[in-house]
């Protein structure tokens, strides 16, 4: 079957760095997504790998092992605002059909 | 600007009654899709689109249906044989199925009174 885990919840202090882990059992493996998603409100994309190697966008970096199955998302330099549920996602391939499927979301508390 | 829209935010609904969320997008995407979001539970695909006139199920898709008539628009109709429909509804698109990136919809709370 086809799995993705993460983390349920992890507490990081303001200024400070944080990584997420997500780890992945999946055939047709065809990307990884990093979402965000504050409360009550719609994910928004994060960063995309699809080779392995790291990621950097701004605060936010995103690294891909595809032999290992993992990834993880690195955030520095911790905001307050940066408290939220974090979703990784896996694009699956399978002929004509591209689906992703979806981890449960690592929700990050920022305490002052 | 560009964006896809939910509406409405918050929904409440009498049990046995059907129910439609409207999803909306300018971005001229052909991808489109529906998820539900539960507590403790990750997204999961009720319906998707990849061109108009065409959609397909996807893991949970009893008790819904969809249209897709206009690239713009992409419908979720919660039925009443939907047996627990209270939950956080999303829609999103891409440009290409299964695309680079998904754009979300603020998403639609439905609460069945």
């Known amino acids: 079957g086809q799995n993705i885990d993460q983390p349920t919840e992890m507490t990081a202090t303001e200024g400070a760095i944080v990584q997420i882990n997500c780890t992945y059992q999946?055939?047709?493996?065809?990307?990884l997504f990093w979402y965000q998603q504050h409360a009550g409100e719609a994910p928004t994309f994060l960063s995309y790998?699809?080779l392995d190697g790291l990621e950097e966008k701004g605060r936010f970096s995103s690294f891909l092992s595809r032999s290992k199955g993992y990834s993880y998302l690195l955030l520095k330099e911790l905001q307050m605002k940066d408290s939220a549920s974090y979703l990784c996602?896996?694009?699956?391939?399978?002929?004509?059909?591209?689906?992703?499927?979806w981890g449960l979301g690592t929700s990050l508390a920022v305490n002052p | 600007d560009g964006g896809i829209t939910q509406s409405p935010k918050y929904l409440f609904r009498k049990e046995g009654q059907n129910v439609t969320l409207s999803c909306e997008q300018n971005?001229?995407?052909?991808?489109m899709y529906w998820y539900r979001q539960d507590p403790g539970q990750g997204l999961r695909l009720i319906y998707y689109?990849?061109?108009?006139?065409?959609?397909q199920k996807g893991d949970i898709a009893e008790g819904y249906s969809v249209s897709r008539e206009k690239k713009e628009s992409f419908p979720l109709t919660v039925t009443s044989a939907q047996k627990n429909p209270t939950a956080f509804y999303l829609c999103?698109?891409?440009?290409?199925?299964?695309?680079?990136?998904?754009?979300f919809g603020q998403g639609t709370r439905l609460t069945v009174v």
């Open positions: 999103a698109s891409s440009m290409t199925p299964g695309g680079t990136e998904a754009f």
């Open positions: 971005l001229n995407h052909d991808a």
């Open positions: 689109s990849q061109i108009v006139n065409d959609f």
């Open positions: 999946t055939s047709g493996f065809n990307g």
């Open positions: 790998n699809v």
């Open positions: 996602a896996v694009r699956l391939y399978a002929g004509n059909n591209r689906k992703l499927i």
